[in-house]
């Protein structure tokens, strides 16, 4: 399984970003982050049918994620973007269901979002 993680970048505090990750096949799908100097940290996942979607509580009301099922490709938007948002962001997919515990089996990349105040 390949995936590609794409849409990071530099926005100041309060900007939007939305990231987009291509994936080779059809898999429950999550994001995750990993900001300097700390452990990865789960961000949001969505099922294969793209009906049931899970956040994190500091990201809830400020992040969505969807997916296009014709284009494999799942998307996060941000908005209201602060600073502690910082991270290197990741796309995974798993095998079975979707889950915001569980381990994930492939990984993409990772794109870089930078936040400033």
């Known amino acids: 399984v390949q995936l590609q993680a794409s849409g990071g970048g530099s926005v100041q505090s309060g900007g939007s970003l939305r990231l987009s990750c291509a994936a080779s096949?059809?898999?429950?799908m999550g994001w995750f982050r990993q900001a300097p100097g700390k452990e990865r940290e789960f961000v949001a996942a969505i099922s294969r049918s793209g009906g049931n979607t899970y956040y994190a509580d500091s990201v809830k009301g400020r992040f969505t994620i969807s997916r296009d099922t014709t284009k494999n490709t799942v998307y996060l938007q941000m908005n209201s973007l602060k600073p502690e948002d910082t991270a290197v962001y990741y796309c995974?997919?798993?095998?079975?269901?979707?889950?915001?515990?569980?381990?994930?089996?492939?990984w993409g990349q990772g794109t870089l979002v930078t936040v400033s105040s």
């Open positions: 995974a997919a798993r095998r079975g269901t979707v889950s915001s515990v569980l381990p994930y089996d492939y």
């Open positions: 096949g059809h898999y429950p």
